[in-house]
């Protein structure tokens, strides 16, 4: 069931993903960040009235909040940085990697054990996967592309273990998603003003907002009832998914470096997943 939900919400952020490199070429990405987060939360606000058992005020909450949005924020502005220079698969990339950190970063935060072929086996992972997108992103060096692209990942997988840290504190989903992104929207509202902004702008940017909602609703879902590992092997395929819509849209076949990118990330995620 949970594993089902994971796809729908895979599916979900990979159109929210390529729809954000239609926004990049019409809006400053950095305006667009702050709205995106406060309109997702709007869209998703309506549930809160159902779900009222908040418990926001307890300081060991408030922190995982805090810190949750601090990452999510990062994260946006570095996806959204590659998406801006590149194309949305390029920045997929770092979703499809996010199980492979998760492994790495979920024994220092959930208490979970690792084996010492197994991050040898994530690392090797990391760099084959990254190597092909060394020249993808146009005017960056190699190494920045790779701190980029391995930055964003480091920052998806915090996400979803932080996800999972709330949902054992017996933190909601609405909480869990509203005030992360109340707290991250109102952060680059401030940092940087959406002036300028007109109706084809904010309706490209709602358009936007209804998939990533539904994947994030469909994804916190899933993190919280099934197992992180599997859940978010699961949403590494959203590379494959924008691929395949960037296809079908420019009518042309997907970059060969993105696309050997995006195959190793998954294969090696999936055989990762399977011995785990």
Do not use: C
Not at 43 to 54: D, E, G, H, K, T
Request: glycine share 6%; net charge positive; no cysteine.
């Amino acid at each position: 069931m949970f594993e089902l939900i994971a796809i729908i919400a895979a599916l979900a952020f990979a159109l929210g993903t390529f729809l954000t490199k239609g926004i990049t070429t019409q809006i400053s990405f950095q305006k667009s960040i702050g709205p995106l987060f406060l309109f997702n939360a709007l869209f998703v606000s309506p549930i809160a009235l159902f779900q009222r058992n908040w418990i926001l005020t307890e300081p060991k909450i408030l922190m995982l909040h805090i810190t949750g949005a601090i990452v999510s924020g990062l994260s946006a502005y570095l996806i959204f940085s590659i998406i801006a220079r590149s194309t949305a698969s390029v920045s997929a990339i770092s979703s499809t990697l996010s199980p492979a950190v998760v492994l790495i970063l979920a024994p220092l935060v959930l208490g979970t054990t690792i084996e010492k072929l197994q991050i040898i086996f994530v690392l090797v992972l990391i760099g084959s996967t990254l190597y092909p997108l060394r020249s993808s992103i146009p005017g960056l060096r190699s190494v920045r592309t790779f701190t980029l692209t391995l930055s964003a990942s480091f920052g998806t997988a915090f996400v979803a273990i932080n996800i999972v840290m709330l949902g054992a504190e017996g933190v909601n989903f609405s909480e869990t998603f509203i005030v992360r992104q109340v707290i991250a929207g109102i952060f680059f509202v401030a940092v940087f003003p959406p002036t300028g902004l007109n109706r084809s702008d904010l309706f490209a940017l709602l358009k936007r907002t209804s998939f990533v909602s539904l994947g994030w609703i469909t994804y916190i879902f899933a993190l919280q009832g099934g197992e992180i590992i599997v859940i978010v092997a699961i949403i590494s395929t959203i590379s494959f998914w924008v691929l395949l819509f960037e296809a079908i849209s420019q009518r042309r076949f997907p970059e060969r470096s993105t696309l050997i990118a995006a195959i190793i990330g998954v294969l090696g995620v999936s055989f990762l997943t399977y011995f785990t």
